[in-house]
């Protein structure tokens, strides 16, 4: 089967390569020339554990292939999935839809043969309604007689673990309102039959809903078990006990109980708002997830706030300099968009701190968005000078830090680990002033 992926980004290229990964001849199109030179090149643009020997290993094979145009990428694809960005419209938190109605426009002009034209984006409910109208108004099928239908398709991959997601999804959703749709999405993912990955079958509207509420449902998580970590440290309790012994229940399970800076990414903040917009446009107030929205919203400043205080509040702090390990959202991506490290950077430099920064992976992203930071080549550079080191992503690289040298190095040994992973025990015992988040 022939498929072809519109946006090559985190999600086209990933899906895009595991399909063909899967035996299919697969054309991912981005309109971004220089993206595509890169691909063409063997240069992955994104970070993505994996990904580059998956591409490479289909490229070799012939069944991956790269181009910026739409008409030629389209020319005999059965299915073509929709995964162009989807970000928050500038202002009132709605989905920006432009990017998806552009290539539902140019798929209308250029079609030239029966498909399924499939929204892998995240798009709010009745967005399928209006790609299938824009293509059919566009004239080009109904004038030469092909046959198409519109498939939703959320994705649910997790940048860092993207391809073991696509390859092994918990779920796989299709949101389809006749046959034609439906049996060439079960063709498209067939062999997934065979890893046993179920397939749940809905309507357009119930498919798009599905993924804004998996995602405003993991962020309430998030949300709940951070402001379980405040409580934790009011009242002298451990949340990562706390988070076991409620994770051991299967009803409530383990996953995305771990208490930090507040999530972000560039998934759950704009969807949460998408959300949002959604329920307010039908007049269905979802109280509990703009409780989220906010208190998610004023988390990553607080935790800002939290190395302000570490160095002695305000007053003391004005004047002194930390060292911020991890600046994307997550380990193992480069991707910087609404990650909290930057309302940490923000906070401590409104307050007159002076932040150097390292990560592994995501500096390029951070530096157009952090410009007043310090961009450091290792983590013991940033460290050098600090008075407070502060572990706000937990790559790998963190996990094992040489503290006889960040005590050399660092101007006071003094730590506040944002994601827990360390000992409090051990910190203390290393001679640390060490703080971390709802473990009093
Ligand atoms: N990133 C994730 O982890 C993730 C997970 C699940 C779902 N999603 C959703 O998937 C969608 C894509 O997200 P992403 O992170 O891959 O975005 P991205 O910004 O990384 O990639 C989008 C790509 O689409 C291209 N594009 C835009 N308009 C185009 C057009 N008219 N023709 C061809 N290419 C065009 C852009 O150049 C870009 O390369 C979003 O709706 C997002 O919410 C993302």
Known sequence: MKIAMVGSGYVGLVSGACFADFGHDVVCIDKDQSKIDRLHAGIMPIYEPGLDALVDTNVKSGRLTFTTSLAEGIRDASAIFIAVGTPSRRGDGHADLTFVYDVAREVGE???????????????????????????????????????????????????????????????????????????????????????????????????????????????????????????????????????????????????????????????????????????????????????????DSRKRAMGRKVVDALGGFEEARGKKAALLGLTFKPNTDDMRDSPAIAVAQTLMDAGVAVAAYDPEGMEQARPLLPEVTMCEDPYAAIAGADVVVIVTEWDAFRALDFRRVKELANAPVLVDLRNIYNPAEMAAAGFTYVSVGRA
């Open 110 to 296: 250029h079609l030239a043969n029966d498909a399924v034209i499939v929204t892998k984006s995240t798009v709010p409910v009745g967005t399928g309604d209006e790609v299938e109208r824009i293509i059919a108004e566009t004239g080009a099928s109904s004038e030469r007689g092909h046959k198409f239908a519109v498939v939703s398709n959320p994705e649910f991959l997790r940048e860092g673990a993207a391809i073991g997601d696509f390859k092994r999804p918990d779920r796989i959703v299709i949101g389809a309102e006749d046959e034609f749709g439906r049996e060439v999405m079960r063709q498209v993912y067939r062999p997934l039959f065979l890893n046993e990955s179920p397939i749940l079958f809905t309507s357009r509207r119930t498919s798009e809903l599905i993924k804004y509420a998996a995602n405003a449902f993991l962020a309430t998580k998030i949300t709940f078990i951070n402001e379980m970590a405040d409580l934790c440290e009011k009242v002298g309790a451990n949340v990562q006990d706390v988070s076991r012994g409620i994770g051991m229940d299967n009803r409530i399970g383990a996953k995305f109980l771990h208490a930090g800076p507040g999530y972000g990414g560039s998934c759950f903040p704009k969807d949460t708002l998408a959300l949002l917009k959604t329920a307010e446009d039908y007049d269905s107030p979802t109280r509990i997830v703009e409780a989220v929205v906010k208190v998610n």
